[in-house]
T-cell receptor, first 112, second 114 residues
Framework: QKEVEQNSGPLSVPEGAIVSLNCTYSNSAFQYFMWYRQYSRKGPELLMYTYSSGNKEDGRFTAQLNKASQYVSLLIRDSQPSDSATYLCAVQYFDSWGKLQFGAGTQVVVTP | DAGVIQSPRHEVTEMGQEVTLRCKPISGHDYLFWYRQTMMRGLELLIYFNNNVPIDDSGMPEDRFSAKMPNASFSTLKIQPSEPRDSAVYFC????????????FGDGTRLSIL
């Protein structure tokens, strides 16, 4: 079993819809949780990161962390065609800074 | 500001040849990371450096892989001899010293070993 699991998709939604992405992890020692966005033939770019249970908002993006249930989710409101990309969940141990564990990524397609 | 710069962007070579990938981190970033991305295994950390010193190379798949960082503005990842299963996209990333904000990635080198 992988330590970080994501649905591979693709997830296709119409423009303006809410996109909900989920990531589960198996090791409670993980402390930092990140969402990266990766466009085709580009490197991942950091969208958001969090370390405390609850919601964290940044514009149209909300990261939700539930440590008790060991999952982190990403919501994208009012989705745009420019949001079409692969979204990668990443987790990190508190005492192993720099050693990120990535999920396989979920491909999102937003259709106009 | 210039981001992480990787070269070449694409490399196609025959099995058995030596391959050298290059990376220039963001100026002032003291941490440098090498990743490999494949469809089967996703994004995997190979090795990372702090202040030019390798800290953890446990992700390096085998002795055919080596990485160096001779100075703060340059790193190489070398594969010798290369094999078809090394075909992947290799990313370099950098991060500021002491920062918990994760890494800034380059656009990768797409490597194909025939």
């Amino acid at each position: 079993q992988k330590e970080v699991e994501q649905n591979s998709g693709p997830l296709s939604v119409p423009e303006g819809a809410i996109v909900s992405l989920n990531c589960t992890y198996s090791n409670s020692a993980f402390q930092y949780f990140m969402w990266y966005r990766q466009y085709s033939r580009k490197g991942p770019e950091l969208l958001m990161y969090t370390y405390s249970s609850g919601n964290k908002e940044d514009g149209r993006f909300t990261a939700q962390l539930n440590k008790a249930s060991q999952y982190v989710s990403l919501l994208i409101r009012d989705s745009q065609p420019s949001d079409s990309a692969t979204y990668l969940c990443a987790v990190q141990y508190f005492d192993s800074w720099g050693k990120l564990q990535f999920g396989a990524g979920t491909q999102v397609v937003v259709t106009p | 500001d210039a981001g992480v710069i990787q070269s070449p962007r694409h490399e196609v070579t025959e099995m058995g040849q030596e391959v050298t990938l290059r990376c220039k981190p963001i100026s002032g970033h003291d941490y440098l990371f090498w990743y490999r991305q494949t469809m089967m295994r996703g994004l995997e950390l190979l090795i990372y450096f702090n202040n030019n010193v390798p800290i953890d190379d446990s992700g390096m798949p085998e002795d055919r892989f080596s990485a160096k960082m001779p100075n703060a503005s340059f790193s190489t990842l070398k594969i010798q001899p290369s094999e078809p299963r090394d075909s992947a996209v290799y990313f370099c990333a950098s991060s500021p010293d002491g920062s918990q904000v994760p890494q800034h990635f380059g656009d990768g080198t797409r490597l194909s070993i025939l």
